[in-house]
């Protein structure tokens, strides 16, 4: 009898749960499902982005145009007089005929992404948007480079201002600066100490130290671009790191390391066994939080680079704004989350960041 | 105390009210305006001009990107949401076709009257489907500045054939290096990926017999040995007589180090003039213009440049919004503008005028320049255009930064082309 007393209170608050949430639900609804489900839907059609023809509705296409991709052998080009393999005289290797030639025409033209050998075979990967995957490596690869960077860097600047010295306080807000700045602008600021000539920060430095004749073009040349654009990213988001990783150390008791003193344990023993373990639920949060933030990164990449290299985001953006492709942009916004998506869920699988 | 609270907030509020009152009285209008260079000063102070002319209009001049293709986006957005908030924008030589929908027809607004002053080409661009969408405003031509001092120093002439450029370059670049500057170059252009570099690569490879990309009878003629020819030449400038970065240079960064006396010659627009001879430029007094060199057709080619003014559908006030752009674009603001910023005024009267004349000499030796200046197939692609343009000069790109070589390069640009606009490959047009 109690039991269902209970019940029934528990439900008349939970009705009341109910009603006072509505206008979450209501905010919610229209500032971020009703954007994100008209994406979806304007990811099966042809939009324009500011025409005023007719849309239609094109199904899977776009995201076939965008994913659709082939992997071809490379024939070795024959001599037509002796009938053998043709050999390039100065290296020594088999030429192969170019990927233009064997890539799949139709229904859509496949252009070459990426050549590889394998057992004396020469392969090559096709896709239709080439500058989409394309944009997709170049966005892991500056996540996987920028977080490890930033974690390693920041856990060790957490370490520094967690310790007891002179002016830690005053430390401490420097610290914060560059992640203050605005990464429009701090992103120019790099792109003037990256000008190719020696008016450039960076050349200028590499020239004194007589490296190079003082026109490295770090912003053009594709082999530095990816590392330029890694180093602007980790000056700017370490400070952030650095800032959630030292209130995770700031919750590590202190008798612990009393203890392990009393103990015998080294510093370093303490730092392995103490404060990497209890610092994991904190690591783990800046991991999400930063990943997730790079996964989407525009602003640096369209600073610096333009249409040079595409971050996902930069390409989204180009594919909107220039080509003017509204439904090819949806469909690339699409894959974005979906991809975001998955990463999170990994992540929290990965790192036992559950509920309870 | 509350009672205190209370009147302050009452005040606050009659106050407020009548602010927004007062300031209905104006019709407001809002011009999104370029920044290049002088730019965005020069319309400043045409707007103060009209609003001294027309008391009851406050005329807001809105800053937009340097690049045209961020300027491009920027509009985009404003368009896709039929947004009243600017009247009235400066819109590129090759964007009335993609854009018309969006704009007004000034023909109905008093433009009829003027049209016959400007050029005829321009205006024949800006009509579409009869109806007149932008005032062209000023006209634009590739140029080649040199340095009349370092010319005449190494006893050298002004190049007319790319090889003479290149042997000139080098040699005083060399000479130059010697002589005690490192940061010397030859020749500095715009190679960065965007728009500019289609506007120079056309230049090469007409020049060079290569063709217009897409030819007005609409037939794509990229892929031919006159243009792989043209583009591995600049290929093979990147590097030695022009800087590596060159490939990441727009419009102002050339400038820049032509003004820090750190280049012989550059590849400019007409609005490089005025501000190479201010007073915080390098070169004041030692340079001038020539057109471009000549390649294997013979001839010099100079690509079709220049911004026009367009009256929004979505504005408050269309008819004071036409009314300032006729402004703008009337002989009064163009005449300012040549004589003061080195714009070239669409208005042909303009070119024998003594004081425009006087202040920017160049104009009446290269008025063949302006006049047979060659377009970019902006007519041939609508409304696809700028996808077009974006598959050149990302093709021309690659092959200046060494990661494609031309002849592939003009084959994928042949592809594509095909792909986006459906139409026959055909010979090049000559010029």
Redesign the interface.
């Known amino acids: 009898m109690a039991k269902k007393a209970m019940s029934e209170l528990a439900k008349e608050e939970q009705k009341l749960a109910i009603k006072l949430l509505i206008p979450t639900f209501i905010i919610l609804l229209v500032i971020a499902l009703y954007p994100l489900g008209q994406v979806f839907y304007t990811s099966f059609t042809n939009r324009t ?4 023809g007719t849309t239609e509705f094109v199904g899977l296409d776009n995201y076939q145009k965008l994913l659709a991709f082939s992997i071809e052998e490379l024939p070795p080009v024959v001599d037509e007089e002796t009938g053998k393999v043709k050999i390039d005289e100065e290296t020594g290797e088999k030429v192969f005929q ?1 990927p ?1 030639q064997v890539l799949p ?1 139709q229904p ?2 496949h ?1 070459p992404v990426y050549t590889f050998n394998f057992f004396g075979s020469k392969y090559v990967v096709g896709a239709v948007t080439p500058d989409f995957i394309r944009a997709v490596f170049n966005t892991i690869i500056f996540t996987v480079f920028s977080v490890l960077i930033e974690t390693i860097l920041g856990l060790g600047v957490a370490l520094v201002v967690n310790s007891e010295f002179k002016g830690r306080g005053m430390m401490r807000a420097v610290m914060l600066v560059p992640w203050a700045v605005i990464t429009v602008v701090s992103a120019k600021m790099w792109q003037w100490m990256f ?5 450039g920060l960076f050349n200028m430095l590499l020239d004194k130290f007589g490296i190079g ?5 770090f ?4 082999s530095l671009q990816m590392p330029a654009i890694i180093a602007v990213d980790v000056w700017k988001t370490t400070p952030f790191m650095a800032l959630l990783l030292l209130a995770g150390l700031q919750l590590i008791p202190q008798e612990l390391y009393e203890a392990a003193e009393v103990d015998g344990a080294s510093k370093i023993r303490q730092f392995f066994t103490i404060t990497l373990p209890l610092l994991k639920p904190s690591v783990a949060v800046a991991l999400i939080f930063r990943t997730l933030d790079s996964l989407r990164v525009f602003d640096v990449f369209q600073v610096l680079l ?3 290299r595409y971050s996902m985001a930069s390409f989204n ?1 180009f594919q909107l ?4 492709q509204m439904g090819m942009a949806s469909a690339i916004g699409v894959i974005i989350f979906i991809l975001i998506f998955f990463f999170a869920l990994a992540y929290m699988k990965a790192l036992g960041v559950d509920t309870e | 105390m509350r009672k205190y609270l209370l009147l302050v907030l009452a005040l606050v509020l009659v106050v407020s009210f009548t602010a927004v009152g007062f300031a209905q009285d104006k019709t407001e209008i809002t011009v999104a305006a370029g920044s290049v260079g002088k730019e965005l000063e020069l319309t400043q102070k045409a707007a103060q001009m009209y609003m001294e002319e027309n008391p009851d209009v406050k005329v807001n001049v809105l800053s937009t990107p340097d690049l045209a293709n961020d300027r491009l986006g920027l509009y985009l957005q404003f368009l896709e949401a039929k947004s009243p908030k600017v009247d009235v924008y400066q819109v590129d030589v090759i964007w009335p076709g993609d854009l018309a929908q969006h704009f007004i027809d000034l023909n109905e607004y008093g433009a009829e009257k003027v049209a016959d002053n400007h050029f005829q080409e321009i205006v024949q661009n800006n009509t579409v489907n009869g109806r007149l969408v932008a005032i062209p405003w000023f006209t634009d031509a590739g140029l080649l500045y040199y340095r009349t001092d370092l010319l005449e120093k190494y006893d050298r002439k002004v190049p007319e054939t790319w090889s003479e450029l290149q042997e000139t370059a080098k040699y005083i670049m060399e000479e130059e290096r010697a002589a005690g500057n490192p940061d010397f170059y030859g020749y500095v252009w715009q190679g960065n990926a965007y728009e500019g570099l289609t506007c120079d690569a056309l230049e090469w490879v007409f020049s060079n017999g290569g063709g217009t990309i897409v030819s007005p009878d609409k037939k794509i003629t990229i892929n031919n040995e006159k243009a792989i020819e043209a583009i591995d030449m600049a290929a093979g400038w990147v590097g030695d007589i022009s800087p590596t970065g060159v490939t990441g240079m727009g419009e102002e960064d050339a400038r820049k180090m032509w003004e820090a006396g750190n280049a012989l010659f550059m590849r400019n627009w007409p609005y490089a003039y005025t501000l190479g001879n201010a007073d915080t430029s390098q070169i004041k007094g030692k340079f001038d213009v020539a057109p471009l060199p000549a390649g294997d057709s013979g001839s010099s080619a100079a690509t079709l440049g220049g911004w026009n003014l367009s009256v929004s559908k979505y504005s408050e006030h269309p008819e004071a919004a036409a009314d300032f752009a006729l402004f703008l674009a009337s002989e009064k603001v163009q005449k300012m503008r040549a004589i003061e910023g080195s714009f070239n005024p669409t208005i042909k009267s303009l070119y024998q005028d003594e004081e425009v004349l006087e202040a920017v000499p160049f104009f009446g030796k290269l008025y063949e320049v302006f006049t047979n200046a060659v377009a970019r197939p902006s007519t041939a692609t609508a409304p696809k255009y700028n996808q077009a343009s974006e598959i050149f000069f990302q093709g021309v790109h690659s092959v200046l930064t060494g990661e494609s070589d031309a002849t592939t390069a003009v084959q994928y640009m042949e592809l594509d082309l095909k792909d986006l606009l459906g139409y026959e490959t055909g010979e090049p047009r000559q010029p």
């Open positions: 982005f500011a025409g005023t170019s233009i025409r859509e033209l252009r000008q190719p000539t020696r008016a004749t003082g026109n490295f073009s912003l053009t040349n594709p333009a249409q040079k953006y704004i220039s080509a003017r």
